[in-house]
Protein backbone atom coordinates (compact mmCIF):
# COMPACT_ATOMS: atom_id res chain seq x y z
CA UNK A 1 0.00 0.00 0.00
CA UNK A 2 1.62 3.07 -0.99
CA UNK A 3 1.46 6.22 1.39
CA UNK A 4 -1.76 8.26 0.68
CA UNK A 5 -1.55 11.93 -0.94
CA UNK A 6 -3.96 13.37 1.86
CA UNK A 7 -4.49 11.74 5.03
CA UNK A 8 -6.94 13.82 6.75
CA UNK A 9 -8.14 12.00 10.12
CA UNK A 10 -11.12 13.11 12.37
CA UNK A 11 -10.20 17.04 11.42
CA UNK A 12 -11.99 19.90 13.26
CA UNK A 13 -12.36 23.34 12.93
CA UNK A 14 -14.39 26.14 14.56
CA UNK A 15 -14.63 29.36 14.27
CA UNK A 16 -15.57 31.13 17.31
CA UNK A 17 -18.88 29.05 19.07
CA UNK A 18 -19.33 28.27 14.75
CA UNK A 19 -17.78 24.52 14.47
CA UNK A 20 -17.34 24.27 10.86
CA UNK A 21 -15.80 21.03 10.48
CA UNK A 22 -17.01 18.24 12.66
CA UNK A 23 -14.50 15.31 11.91
CA UNK A 24 -13.67 14.98 8.42
CA UNK A 25 -11.89 11.49 7.50
CA UNK A 26 -10.24 11.88 3.75
CA UNK A 27 -7.64 10.11 2.15
CA UNK A 28 -6.46 11.12 -1.40
CA UNK A 29 -4.58 8.65 -3.36
CA UNK A 30 -1.32 9.80 -5.50
CA UNK A 31 -2.75 10.40 -8.87
CA UNK A 32 -6.29 10.58 -7.62
CA UNK A 33 -8.90 13.67 -8.59
CA UNK A 34 -11.18 14.10 -6.01
CA UNK A 35 -14.53 16.61 -6.60
CA UNK A 36 -16.03 17.92 -3.45
CA UNK A 37 -19.24 19.14 -3.79
CA UNK A 38 -21.81 20.82 -1.28
CA UNK A 39 -24.10 23.42 -0.50
CA UNK A 40 -22.21 26.82 0.41
CA UNK A 41 -21.43 27.30 4.05
CA UNK A 42 -20.91 23.87 4.50
CA UNK A 43 -17.02 23.84 5.30
CA UNK A 44 -15.39 23.22 1.59
CA UNK A 45 -13.15 26.33 1.34
CA UNK A 46 -12.53 25.40 4.89
CA UNK A 47 -11.43 22.02 4.68
CA UNK A 48 -9.08 22.89 1.70
CA UNK A 49 -7.50 25.47 3.45
CA UNK A 50 -6.93 23.45 6.24
CA UNK A 51 -4.69 20.55 4.31
CA UNK A 52 -1.99 24.08 3.23
CA UNK A 53 -2.85 25.47 7.11
CA UNK A 54 -3.95 28.44 5.80
CA UNK A 55 -6.35 27.29 8.59
CA UNK A 56 -4.98 25.57 11.60
CA UNK A 57 -6.82 22.85 12.35
CA UNK A 58 -8.30 22.35 16.44
CA UNK A 59 -8.56 19.02 16.59
CA UNK A 60 -7.48 15.76 14.20
CA UNK A 61 -4.78 15.44 11.77
CA UNK A 62 -3.77 16.14 8.23
CA UNK A 63 -0.74 14.58 6.42
CA UNK A 64 0.85 15.35 3.08
CA UNK A 65 2.79 12.92 1.13
CA UNK A 66 3.09 11.76 4.65
CA UNK A 67 4.18 14.59 6.24
CA UNK A 68 1.87 16.05 9.15
CA UNK A 69 0.96 19.44 8.37
CA UNK A 70 1.30 22.37 10.84
CA UNK A 71 3.08 20.60 13.41
CA UNK A 72 5.42 17.87 14.86
CA UNK A 73 5.49 14.88 16.98
CA UNK A 74 7.94 15.16 19.58
CA UNK A 75 7.83 11.72 21.87
CA UNK A 76 4.44 11.58 23.19
CA UNK A 77 3.59 15.16 22.84
CA UNK A 78 2.21 17.36 19.75
CA UNK A 79 4.02 21.00 18.57
CA UNK A 80 2.69 23.05 16.85
CA UNK A 81 5.38 24.22 13.65
CA UNK A 82 7.41 27.62 13.67
CA UNK A 83 5.55 29.77 10.70
CA UNK A 84 8.92 29.19 8.39
CA UNK A 85 8.56 25.28 9.22
CA UNK A 86 4.68 25.90 7.68
CA UNK A 87 5.55 27.87 5.05
CA UNK A 88 7.89 25.37 3.82
CA UNK A 89 5.52 22.70 3.93
CA UNK A 90 2.79 24.86 1.84
CA UNK A 91 5.57 24.70 -1.34
CA UNK A 92 4.34 21.37 -1.98
CA UNK A 93 0.72 22.06 -2.18
CA UNK A 94 -0.14 24.21 -5.26
CA UNK A 95 -3.81 26.73 -4.40
CA UNK A 96 -5.98 27.69 -6.82
CA UNK A 97 -8.56 30.62 -5.71
CA UNK A 98 -11.94 31.60 -6.60
CA UNK A 99 -10.38 34.45 -7.10
CA UNK A 100 -7.49 34.14 -8.60
CA UNK A 101 -5.38 36.07 -6.69
CA UNK A 102 -2.82 37.16 -9.07
CA UNK A 103 0.14 39.93 -8.36
CA UNK A 104 -1.23 42.69 -10.04
CA UNK A 105 2.34 44.71 -9.95
CA UNK A 106 3.84 41.65 -11.90
CA UNK A 107 3.71 40.45 -15.36
CA UNK A 108 2.46 37.00 -16.28
CA UNK A 109 6.12 35.53 -15.96
CA UNK A 110 6.34 37.70 -12.76
CA UNK A 111 3.57 36.02 -11.50
CA UNK A 112 4.76 32.68 -12.23
CA UNK A 113 8.73 32.98 -11.31
CA UNK A 114 8.38 34.70 -8.26
CA UNK A 115 8.03 31.35 -5.84
CA UNK A 116 10.53 29.50 -7.07
CA UNK A 117 13.51 32.36 -7.81
CA UNK A 118 12.05 33.89 -4.39
CA UNK A 119 11.52 30.83 -2.10
CA UNK A 120 12.19 27.41 -3.75
CA UNK A 121 16.25 28.45 -4.72
CA UNK A 122 15.77 28.21 -8.40
CA UNK A 123 17.97 30.24 -10.89
CA UNK A 124 15.89 33.00 -12.85
CA UNK A 125 16.80 31.11 -16.39
CA UNK A 126 15.77 28.06 -14.96
CA UNK A 127 12.71 29.31 -13.77
CA UNK A 128 11.78 31.36 -16.96
CA UNK A 129 11.98 28.42 -19.44
CA UNK A 130 10.05 26.42 -16.70
CA UNK A 131 7.52 28.82 -16.66
CA UNK A 132 7.37 29.50 -20.32
CA UNK A 133 6.57 25.57 -20.68
CA UNK A 134 3.81 25.87 -18.18
CA UNK A 135 2.36 28.97 -20.49
CA UNK A 136 2.36 26.88 -23.17
CA UNK A 137 1.02 23.88 -21.09
CA UNK A 138 -2.00 26.45 -20.14
CA UNK A 139 -2.35 28.00 -23.89
CA UNK A 140 -1.21 31.43 -22.54
CA UNK A 141 2.14 31.54 -24.38
CA UNK A 142 2.17 34.38 -25.43
CA UNK A 143 0.72 36.56 -22.77
CA UNK A 144 3.92 35.83 -20.80
CA UNK A 145 5.02 39.72 -20.77
CA UNK A 146 1.13 41.04 -20.32
CA UNK A 147 -0.16 42.44 -17.11
CA UNK A 148 -3.14 40.49 -15.20
CA UNK A 149 -5.77 43.57 -15.64
CA UNK A 150 -5.04 43.45 -19.50
CA UNK A 151 -6.28 39.19 -19.31
CA UNK A 152 -10.04 37.88 -19.16
CA UNK A 153 -10.78 35.60 -15.68
CA UNK A 154 -10.53 32.61 -17.77
CA UNK A 155 -6.93 33.64 -18.84
CA UNK A 156 -6.32 34.65 -15.54
CA UNK A 157 -7.13 31.42 -13.72
CA UNK A 158 -5.09 29.64 -15.87
CA UNK A 159 -1.94 31.88 -15.44
CA UNK A 160 -3.21 31.22 -11.67
CA UNK A 161 -2.88 27.45 -12.31
CA UNK A 162 0.22 27.79 -13.87
CA UNK A 163 1.83 29.86 -11.22
CA UNK A 164 0.72 26.98 -8.49
CA UNK A 165 2.38 24.76 -11.08
CA UNK A 166 5.68 26.56 -11.33
CA UNK A 167 6.15 25.42 -7.70
CA UNK A 168 6.30 21.35 -8.88
CA UNK A 169 2.93 20.62 -6.38
CA UNK A 170 2.49 16.98 -4.92
CA UNK A 171 -0.83 18.51 -4.74
CA UNK A 172 -3.24 20.64 -5.98
CA UNK A 173 -6.15 22.20 -4.25
CA UNK A 174 -8.93 24.39 -6.90
CA UNK A 175 -11.23 26.28 -4.89
CA UNK A 176 -14.08 27.18 -7.18
CA UNK A 177 -11.96 27.78 -9.61
CA UNK A 178 -14.20 28.95 -12.15
CA UNK A 179 -17.11 30.35 -10.13
CA UNK A 180 -16.08 33.90 -10.45
CA UNK A 181 -15.89 33.60 -14.83
CA UNK A 182 -18.24 34.48 -17.10
CA UNK A 183 -20.31 31.16 -18.29
CA UNK A 184 -18.36 31.54 -21.48
CA UNK A 185 -14.92 31.26 -19.98
CA UNK A 186 -15.54 28.24 -17.76
CA UNK A 187 -14.68 26.08 -20.28
CA UNK A 188 -11.04 26.64 -21.40
CA UNK A 189 -10.27 26.88 -17.04
CA UNK A 190 -11.91 23.09 -16.77
CA UNK A 191 -10.31 22.01 -20.08
CA UNK A 192 -7.50 23.03 -18.62
CA UNK A 193 -7.77 21.59 -15.38
CA UNK A 194 -8.84 17.84 -17.18
CA UNK A 195 -5.39 18.17 -18.66
CA UNK A 196 -4.03 18.49 -15.78
CA UNK A 197 -5.77 15.19 -14.30
CA UNK A 198 -4.82 13.02 -17.66
CA UNK A 199 -1.10 14.08 -16.62
CA UNK A 200 -1.39 12.49 -13.38
CA UNK A 201 -1.52 15.38 -11.01
CA UNK A 202 -3.45 14.28 -7.52
CA UNK A 203 -6.18 17.39 -7.25
CA UNK A 204 -8.77 17.86 -4.65
CA UNK A 205 -11.36 20.06 -6.36
CA UNK A 206 -13.89 21.97 -4.85
CA UNK A 207 -16.68 23.15 -7.37
CA UNK A 208 -20.40 23.21 -8.64
CA UNK A 209 -19.81 22.10 -12.29
CA UNK A 210 -21.04 18.79 -12.04
CA UNK A 211 -20.43 17.73 -15.57
CA UNK A 212 -16.48 18.27 -14.44
CA UNK A 213 -17.12 15.86 -11.71
CA UNK A 214 -18.36 13.48 -13.86
CA UNK A 215 -15.45 13.37 -16.67
CA UNK A 216 -12.95 14.23 -14.91
CA UNK A 217 -13.48 12.80 -11.09
CA UNK A 218 -12.15 9.75 -9.80
CA UNK A 219 -14.41 10.25 -6.53
CA UNK A 220 -17.25 12.39 -5.47
CA UNK A 221 -17.48 13.68 -1.55
CA UNK A 222 -20.45 15.41 -1.03
CA UNK A 223 -19.86 17.69 2.22
CA UNK A 224 -22.73 19.08 4.05
CA UNK A 225 -22.45 20.71 7.70
CA UNK A 226 -18.84 20.11 8.31
CA UNK A 227 -19.16 16.27 7.60
CA UNK A 228 -18.89 13.99 4.41
CA UNK A 229 -22.40 12.97 3.99
CA UNK A 230 -21.46 10.78 1.18
CA UNK A 231 -18.52 9.30 -1.04
CA UNK A 232 -18.13 7.33 -4.18
CA UNK A 233 -17.27 6.72 -7.76
CA UNK A 234 -19.06 10.05 -9.68
CA UNK A 235 -21.32 7.72 -11.24
CA UNK A 236 -22.52 6.36 -7.98
CA UNK A 237 -23.12 9.33 -6.19
CA UNK A 238 -24.19 11.90 -9.05
CA UNK A 239 -26.65 9.41 -10.71
CA UNK A 240 -27.93 7.13 -7.47
CA UNK A 241 -27.17 9.14 -4.19
CA UNK A 242 -28.15 7.36 -1.15
CA UNK A 243 -28.93 10.27 1.18
CA UNK A 244 -31.83 12.92 0.98
CA UNK A 245 -28.97 15.84 1.51
CA UNK A 246 -27.25 14.57 -1.76
CA UNK A 247 -30.35 14.35 -3.75
CA UNK A 248 -31.93 17.67 -2.87
CA UNK A 249 -28.29 19.33 -2.97
CA UNK A 250 -27.83 17.60 -6.82
CA UNK A 251 -31.40 18.84 -7.83
CA UNK A 252 -30.17 22.29 -6.93
CA UNK A 253 -27.70 22.40 -8.74
CA UNK A 254 -28.36 21.04 -12.11
CA UNK B 1 -42.02 67.37 -26.36
CA UNK B 2 -38.82 67.27 -25.58
CA UNK B 3 -37.39 70.33 -27.43
CA UNK B 4 -39.60 73.77 -27.55
CA UNK B 5 -38.94 75.10 -30.80
CA UNK B 6 -41.20 73.38 -33.88
CA UNK B 7 -38.55 71.13 -35.94
CA UNK B 8 -37.79 73.07 -38.96
CA UNK B 9 -39.57 71.12 -41.52
CA UNK B 10 -37.82 69.85 -44.91
CA UNK B 11 -34.15 70.15 -43.83
CA UNK B 12 -32.17 67.60 -41.85
CA UNK B 13 -30.62 69.53 -38.58
CA UNK B 14 -26.53 69.93 -38.95
CA UNK B 15 -25.56 70.96 -35.10
CA UNK B 16 -22.20 71.81 -36.56
CA UNK B 17 -21.95 76.26 -36.15
CA UNK B 18 -24.18 76.36 -33.45
CA UNK B 19 -24.24 79.38 -31.23
CA UNK B 20 -22.70 78.88 -28.37
CA UNK B 21 -24.06 79.53 -24.99
CA UNK B 22 -22.86 83.40 -23.55
CA UNK B 23 -21.32 83.27 -20.29
CA UNK B 24 -21.56 87.41 -18.94
CA UNK B 25 -20.64 86.76 -15.32
CA UNK B 26 -17.52 85.24 -16.53
CA UNK B 27 -16.42 88.08 -18.26
CA UNK B 28 -17.50 90.28 -14.84
CA UNK B 29 -15.47 88.09 -12.56
CA UNK B 30 -12.55 88.08 -14.96
CA UNK B 31 -12.52 91.85 -15.68
CA UNK B 32 -12.84 92.34 -11.65
CA UNK B 33 -9.72 90.13 -11.01
CA UNK B 34 -7.40 91.73 -13.75
CA UNK B 35 -8.20 95.00 -11.67
CA UNK B 36 -7.02 93.17 -8.82
CA UNK B 37 -3.97 91.67 -10.43
CA UNK B 38 -2.96 94.77 -11.70
CA UNK B 39 -3.37 96.85 -8.24
CA UNK B 40 -1.12 94.00 -6.94
CA UNK B 41 1.70 94.18 -9.35
CA UNK B 42 1.45 97.96 -8.91
CA UNK B 43 2.11 97.62 -5.37
CA UNK B 44 5.20 95.57 -6.27
CA UNK B 45 6.29 97.73 -8.19
CA UNK B 46 5.82 101.14 -6.75
CA UNK B 47 6.24 100.45 -2.87
CA UNK B 48 9.98 101.19 -2.22
CA UNK B 49 9.89 98.91 1.57
CA UNK B 50 10.13 95.95 -0.84
CA UNK B 51 13.32 96.97 -2.05
CA UNK B 52 14.00 94.83 -4.55
CA UNK B 53 17.42 95.83 -5.50
CA UNK B 54 18.32 94.29 -1.43
CA UNK B 55 16.34 91.22 -2.42
CA UNK B 56 18.23 90.78 -5.96
CA UNK B 57 21.58 91.13 -3.94
CA UNK B 58 21.44 88.62 -1.22
CA UNK B 59 19.16 86.27 -3.46
CA UNK B 60 22.37 84.31 -4.21
CA UNK B 61 24.74 85.48 -0.89
CA UNK B 62 26.90 83.02 -0.05
CA UNK B 63 25.55 83.08 3.58
CA UNK B 64 22.12 82.43 2.30
CA UNK B 65 23.07 79.51 0.10
CA UNK B 66 24.14 77.97 3.57
CA UNK B 67 21.12 78.38 4.80
CA UNK B 68 19.41 76.73 2.29
CA UNK B 69 21.58 74.06 2.18
CA UNK B 70 21.59 73.51 6.46
CA UNK B 71 16.98 73.72 5.05
CA UNK B 72 17.73 70.78 2.12
CA UNK B 73 20.04 68.75 4.55
CA UNK B 74 16.95 68.93 7.43
CA UNK B 75 14.60 68.13 4.73
CA UNK B 76 16.42 65.17 3.40
CA UNK B 77 17.21 63.31 6.38
CA UNK B 78 14.10 64.30 8.33
CA UNK B 79 12.07 62.25 5.64
CA UNK B 80 14.90 59.70 5.43
CA UNK B 81 14.02 58.64 9.25
CA UNK B 82 9.91 59.57 8.65
CA UNK B 83 9.94 56.80 5.90
CA UNK B 84 12.08 54.44 7.06
CA UNK B 85 10.74 54.82 10.66
CA UNK B 86 7.14 55.37 9.39
CA UNK B 87 6.89 52.01 7.74
CA UNK B 88 8.20 50.18 10.76
CA UNK B 89 5.75 51.84 12.94
CA UNK B 90 2.95 51.15 10.32
CA UNK B 91 4.07 47.58 10.59
CA UNK B 92 4.25 47.23 13.80
CA UNK B 93 0.18 48.57 14.04
CA UNK B 94 -0.55 45.68 11.37
CA UNK B 95 1.19 43.82 13.59
CA UNK B 96 0.12 40.46 15.61
CA UNK B 97 1.40 41.33 18.83
CA UNK B 98 -1.25 43.48 21.01
CA UNK B 99 1.71 45.54 22.98
CA UNK B 100 3.41 45.98 19.90
CA UNK B 101 0.10 47.42 18.07
CA UNK B 102 -0.52 49.69 21.88
CA UNK B 103 3.15 51.49 21.40
CA UNK B 104 2.98 51.69 17.85
CA UNK B 105 -0.55 53.41 18.57
CA UNK B 106 0.35 55.30 21.03
CA UNK B 107 3.50 57.09 18.99
CA UNK B 108 1.89 58.16 16.28
CA UNK B 109 -1.09 59.85 19.17
CA UNK B 110 1.79 61.17 21.13
CA UNK B 111 3.82 62.81 18.01
CA UNK B 112 0.66 63.28 15.94
CA UNK B 113 -1.08 65.32 18.84
CA UNK B 114 1.86 67.33 20.16
CA UNK B 115 2.85 70.61 17.97
CA UNK B 116 5.65 70.05 16.27
CA UNK B 117 7.49 73.32 17.27
CA UNK B 118 6.53 72.10 20.90
CA UNK B 119 8.57 68.81 20.50
CA UNK B 120 11.27 70.71 18.84
CA UNK B 121 11.96 72.97 21.47
CA UNK B 122 11.26 69.99 23.93
CA UNK B 123 14.68 68.13 22.40
CA UNK B 124 16.68 71.19 22.99
CA UNK B 125 15.68 71.39 26.76
CA UNK B 126 16.69 67.64 27.01
CA UNK B 127 19.18 68.11 29.13
CA UNK B 128 16.92 69.69 31.71
CA UNK B 129 15.03 66.82 32.10
CA UNK B 130 17.73 64.16 31.74
CA UNK B 131 21.43 66.14 32.41
CA UNK B 132 23.27 62.87 31.28
CA UNK B 133 22.50 59.93 29.16
CA UNK B 134 24.12 56.47 29.53
CA UNK B 135 24.11 53.32 27.45
CA UNK B 136 24.24 50.34 29.22
CA UNK B 137 21.95 47.03 31.21
CA UNK B 138 18.30 48.06 31.92
CA UNK B 139 17.88 49.04 35.62
CA UNK B 140 21.41 47.77 35.65
CA UNK B 141 24.87 49.65 35.41
CA UNK B 142 26.29 51.80 32.55
CA UNK B 143 28.70 51.54 30.02
CA UNK B 144 29.33 55.12 28.90
CA UNK B 145 27.62 58.34 30.12
CA UNK B 146 27.38 61.44 28.09
CA UNK B 147 26.56 65.07 29.06
CA UNK B 148 23.26 65.25 27.17
CA UNK B 149 24.59 68.86 25.78
CA UNK B 150 27.23 67.47 23.95
CA UNK B 151 24.71 64.71 22.33
CA UNK B 152 22.01 67.15 21.78
CA UNK B 153 23.43 69.71 19.58
CA UNK B 154 20.71 71.95 17.95
CA UNK B 155 21.00 69.79 14.84
CA UNK B 156 20.45 66.64 16.49
CA UNK B 157 17.28 68.15 18.39
CA UNK B 158 15.66 69.12 15.02
CA UNK B 159 16.54 65.95 13.46
CA UNK B 160 15.06 64.35 15.96
CA UNK B 161 11.75 66.79 16.18
CA UNK B 162 11.68 66.68 12.91
CA UNK B 163 12.42 63.19 12.13
CA UNK B 164 10.08 61.80 15.33
CA UNK B 165 6.70 63.67 13.80
CA UNK B 166 7.39 62.37 10.32
CA UNK B 167 7.49 59.17 11.32
CA UNK B 168 4.32 59.09 13.14
CA UNK B 169 2.75 60.72 9.96
CA UNK B 170 4.39 58.74 7.39
CA UNK B 171 3.33 55.54 9.56
CA UNK B 172 -0.64 56.60 8.89
CA UNK B 173 0.22 57.01 5.31
CA UNK B 174 1.91 53.85 4.67
CA UNK B 175 -0.66 51.74 6.92
CA UNK B 176 -3.49 53.39 4.94
CA UNK B 177 -1.58 52.09 1.86
CA UNK B 178 -0.75 48.34 3.57
CA UNK B 179 -4.16 47.89 3.99
CA UNK B 180 -5.99 49.04 0.69
CA UNK B 181 -3.59 45.80 -0.82
CA UNK B 182 -6.30 43.19 -0.97
CA UNK B 183 -5.99 40.15 1.82
CA UNK B 184 -6.28 37.60 -1.13
CA UNK B 185 -2.72 38.92 -2.13
CA UNK B 186 -1.46 37.70 1.26
CA UNK B 187 -3.48 34.30 0.87
CA UNK B 188 -2.11 33.62 -2.25
CA UNK B 189 1.33 34.07 -1.48
CA UNK B 190 1.21 32.27 1.67
CA UNK B 191 0.06 29.32 -0.47
CA UNK B 192 3.20 29.96 -2.72
CA UNK B 193 4.97 28.94 0.44
CA UNK B 194 6.10 32.53 0.51
CA UNK B 195 7.43 33.67 4.59
CA UNK B 196 5.42 37.15 6.11
CA UNK B 197 8.46 39.24 5.80
CA UNK B 198 9.18 38.47 1.86
CA UNK B 199 5.06 38.50 1.01
CA UNK B 200 5.32 42.44 2.67
CA UNK B 201 8.66 43.18 0.54
CA UNK B 202 7.69 41.82 -2.83
CA UNK B 203 4.09 41.72 -2.72
CA UNK B 204 2.18 43.91 -0.15
CA UNK B 205 4.40 47.10 -0.09
CA UNK B 206 4.99 47.38 -4.05
CA UNK B 207 1.32 47.17 -4.35
CA UNK B 208 0.41 49.84 -1.53
CA UNK B 209 3.01 52.04 -3.15
CA UNK B 210 0.31 53.90 -5.28
CA UNK B 211 -1.19 54.67 -2.20
CA UNK B 212 1.48 55.68 -0.55
CA UNK B 213 3.93 57.89 -3.11
CA UNK B 214 1.67 60.25 -3.64
CA UNK B 215 1.09 61.47 -0.25
CA UNK B 216 4.68 61.27 0.79
CA UNK B 217 5.57 63.79 -1.77
CA UNK B 218 3.13 65.91 -0.19
CA UNK B 219 4.68 65.63 3.43
CA UNK B 220 8.13 66.44 1.51
CA UNK B 221 7.21 69.55 0.09
CA UNK B 222 5.44 70.04 3.95
CA UNK B 223 8.42 69.23 5.59
CA UNK B 224 10.86 71.87 3.33
CA UNK B 225 8.23 74.37 4.74
CA UNK B 226 8.35 72.95 8.59
CA UNK B 227 12.32 72.76 8.87
CA UNK B 228 11.89 76.49 8.89
CA UNK B 229 10.67 76.31 12.70
CA UNK B 230 14.21 74.59 13.53
CA UNK B 231 15.07 78.60 13.98
CA UNK B 232 13.48 78.53 17.19
CA UNK B 233 16.43 76.43 18.59
CA UNK B 234 19.26 78.83 16.95
CA UNK B 235 20.00 76.34 14.08
CA UNK B 236 21.23 78.37 10.69
CA UNK B 237 18.35 77.09 8.15
CA UNK B 238 17.30 79.55 5.76
CA UNK B 239 14.88 81.04 8.04
CA UNK B 240 17.12 81.70 10.58
CA UNK B 241 19.94 82.85 8.08
CA UNK B 242 17.68 85.89 7.14
CA UNK B 243 16.52 86.48 10.17
CA UNK B 244 20.07 86.96 11.63
CA UNK B 245 20.84 88.93 8.71
CA UNK B 246 18.12 91.45 9.44
CA UNK B 247 19.02 91.45 12.83
CA UNK B 248 21.80 93.14 11.60
CA UNK B 249 20.81 95.27 8.78
CA UNK B 250 16.91 95.67 9.60
CA UNK B 251 16.30 95.07 6.08
CA UNK B 252 13.34 92.78 7.25
CA UNK B 253 11.06 92.82 4.12
CA UNK B 254 13.42 91.99 1.46
CA UNK B 255 15.25 89.66 3.67
CA UNK B 256 12.06 87.96 4.22
CA UNK B 257 11.18 88.26 0.70
CA UNK B 258 14.91 86.07 -0.01
CA UNK B 259 13.57 83.26 1.95
CA UNK B 260 10.16 83.05 0.27
CA UNK B 261 11.66 83.07 -3.18
CA UNK B 262 13.84 80.23 -2.34
CA UNK B 263 10.72 78.11 -0.56
CA UNK B 264 8.99 78.45 -3.58
CA UNK B 265 12.18 77.44 -5.50
CA UNK B 266 12.20 74.27 -3.07
CA UNK B 267 8.37 73.18 -3.31
CA UNK B 268 8.00 73.94 -6.98
CA UNK B 269 10.73 71.41 -7.96
CA UNK B 270 9.59 69.29 -5.26
CA UNK B 271 5.94 69.66 -6.74
CA UNK B 272 7.12 68.88 -10.35
CA UNK B 273 8.51 66.09 -8.82
CA UNK B 274 5.74 64.87 -6.94
CA UNK B 275 3.51 65.38 -10.30
CA UNK B 276 5.63 63.38 -12.22
CA UNK B 277 5.36 60.36 -9.74
CA UNK B 278 1.69 60.83 -9.34
CA UNK B 279 0.66 60.12 -13.41
CA UNK B 280 3.09 56.97 -12.82
CA UNK B 281 1.17 55.46 -10.36
CA UNK B 282 -1.86 56.31 -11.47
CA UNK B 283 -0.74 54.42 -14.59
CA UNK B 284 -0.84 51.11 -12.84
CA UNK B 285 -4.14 50.91 -12.33
CA UNK B 286 -5.48 50.46 -15.98
CA UNK B 287 -5.98 47.94 -18.09
CA UNK B 288 -3.55 49.20 -20.98
CA UNK B 289 -0.68 50.00 -18.99
CA UNK B 290 2.40 50.81 -21.38
CA UNK B 291 5.45 51.81 -19.15
CA UNK B 292 6.79 54.99 -19.59
CA UNK B 293 10.49 55.84 -18.89
CA UNK B 294 10.25 56.98 -15.15
CA UNK B 295 8.62 53.76 -14.85
CA UNK B 296 11.10 51.96 -16.08
CA UNK B 297 13.79 53.69 -14.44
CA UNK B 298 11.75 53.65 -10.67
CA UNK B 299 10.92 50.31 -11.28
CA UNK B 300 13.98 48.68 -13.13
CA UNK B 301 12.46 44.85 -12.75
CA UNK B 302 9.31 45.39 -14.95
CA UNK B 303 9.55 45.37 -18.41
CA UNK B 304 7.39 47.45 -20.68
CA UNK B 305 4.50 45.10 -21.96
CA UNK B 306 4.48 44.05 -25.76
CA UNK B 307 0.67 44.64 -26.82
CA UNK B 308 -0.02 42.32 -29.86
N1 LIG C 1 -12.39 33.28 8.78
C1 LIG C 1 -13.64 32.96 9.16
N2 LIG C 1 -14.16 33.47 10.28
C2 LIG C 1 -15.40 33.15 10.69
N3 LIG C 1 -16.22 32.33 10.04
C3 LIG C 1 -15.78 31.77 8.90
C4 LIG C 1 -14.47 32.05 8.40
N4 LIG C 1 -14.28 31.38 7.25
C5 LIG C 1 -15.43 30.68 7.05
N5 LIG C 1 -16.32 30.90 8.04
C6 LIG C 1 -17.65 30.29 8.15
O1 LIG C 1 -17.50 28.91 8.08
C7 LIG C 1 -18.56 28.33 7.36
C8 LIG C 1 -18.02 27.48 6.23
O2 LIG C 1 -17.42 28.32 5.29
P1 LIG C 1 -16.71 27.78 3.99
O3 LIG C 1 -15.70 26.77 4.35
O4 LIG C 1 -16.23 28.96 3.22
O5 LIG C 1 -17.91 27.08 3.22
P2 LIG C 1 -18.01 26.67 1.70
O6 LIG C 1 -16.69 26.88 1.05
O7 LIG C 1 -18.44 25.25 1.72
O8 LIG C 1 -19.06 27.55 1.13
C9 LIG C 1 -19.44 29.46 6.89
O9 LIG C 1 -20.53 29.55 7.78
C10 LIG C 1 -18.56 30.65 7.00
O10 LIG C 1 -19.32 31.81 7.30
MG1 LIG D 1 -16.14 28.19 -0.49
Redesign the interface.
Known sequence: MTTPMVHASQVRKSFGPLEVLRGIDLDVAPGEVVVVLGPSGSGKSTFLRCV?H?ESIDGGSIHVAGELIGHRVHGRTVHHLR??RI?????H???V?Q?F?????L?VL?NII??PV???GAAKADALRHARELLDRVGLA?KA???P??LSGGQQQRV?IA??LA?RPKLMLFDEPTSALDPELVGEVLQTMKKLAEDGLTMVVVTHEIGFAREVADRVVFMDGGVIVEQGPPAEVLDNPRTERTKAFLNQVR | MLHDSPPIEGTEIDVAGARKVRHPWRWVASVVLLVLLAQLVHMLVTNENFEWGVVASYLNAQIIGQGLLMTLELTVIAMFIGILGGVLVAIGRLSENPLLRAVCSGYVWFFRGTPLLVQLVFWYNMSALMPQLSIGIPFGPAFAQFETNSVITPMTAAILGLGLNEIAYMAEIVRGGLITVDGGQQEAAAALGMGRGRTLRRIVLPQAMRFIVPPTGSQVINMAKATSLVSVIALADLLYTVQSVYNRTFQTIPLLLVACIWYLVITSVLYIGQSFIERHYAKGSTRAAPQGFLAFALLRRRKPVRSE
Open positions: NLPSTAQRRIGMFQNLFPHTGEAGVAEDAYKQARAM
